[in-house]
T-cell receptor, first 111, second 114 residues
Framework: KQEVTQIPAALSVPEGENLVLNCSFT??????LQWFRQDPGKGLTSLLL?????REQTSGRLNASLDKSSGRSTLYIAASQPGDSATYLC??????????FGGGTRLMVKP | GAGVSQSPSNKVTEKGKDVELRCDPI?????LYWYRQSLGQGLEFLIY????????KSGLPSDRFSAERTGGSVSTLTIQRTQQEDSAVYLC????????????FGSGTRLTVV
């Protein structure tokens, strides 16, 4: 059974800092790994999807990497802004029919 | 539509009543999923529909929960005889199918059982 863990659970940084969010998974036989953002009281917004054959994906100030052999993914946020404050979730897709989510990292970027 | 649409966005119901939650997936997406997010908990898989195949109901927490998908499009999640522990945000997602294109989530229905 896939288990996904995210560290840290919460993070507070001053505006402008670069930061890394970590995600680890126990079963490396994944189809893909997806990073989501969730604002309070809202649904999930997809940020980046990394296919199992890929090593990383980039979108603007976001870069996500995937290392299947070690069961790890990282989300790098460059030059953080207060608007980046949200909960970030990673999810592993093992069989194309169900995502297993981590517990999330609650990020606060202070002006 | 342009995104996954869920209704209602908020629902308050009395304990013991039945509720229906609706999900309208992205047009053309063959796969549809229901997840639940309880306060302070992670996202919990409930049920998965793929095309005309029998749904994967392995995540439904009890027989009070059921879901159907009509015409391969709109889905309804029904909770019978609601309990306070059913209070949560119910999220629906759709994807193009098994071909690895990721999931698009709706904004969710916040259910409160009083």
């Amino acid at each position: 059974k896939q288990e996904v863990t995210q560290i840290p659970a919460a993070l507070s940084v001053p505006e402008g800092e670069n930061l890394v969010l970590n995600c680890s998974f126990t079963d490396s036989a994944i189809y893909n790994l997806q990073w989501f953002r969730q604002d309070p009281g809202k649904g999930l917004t997809s940020l980046l999807l990394i296919q199992s054959s890929q090593r990383e994906q980039t979108s603007g100030r976001l870069n996500a990497s995937l290392d299947k052999s070690s069961g790890r993914s990282t989300l790098y946020i460059a030059a953080s802004q207060p608007g980046d404050s949200a909960t970030y979730l990673c999810a592993a897709d093992n069989a194309g029919n169900m995502l297993t989510f981590g517990g999330g990292t609650r990020l606060m970027v202070k002006p | 539509g342009a995104g996954v649409s869920q209704s209602p966005s908020n629902k308050v119901t009395e304990k013991g009543k039945d509720v229906e939650l609706r999900c309208d997936p992205i047009s053309g997406h063959t796969a549809l999923y229901w997840y639940r997010q309880s306060l302070g908990q992670g996202l919990e898989f409930l049920i998965y529909f793929q095309g005309n195949s029998a749904p994967d109901k392995s995540g439904l927490p009890s027989d009070r929960f059921s879901a159907e998908r009509t015409g391969g499009s709109v889905s309804t999640l029904t909770i019978q005889r609601t309990q306070q522990e059913d209070s949560a945000v119910y999220l629906c997602a759709s994807s193009p199918g098994r071909d690895n294109y990721g999931y698009t989530f709706g904004s969710g229905t916040r259910l409160t059982v009083v």
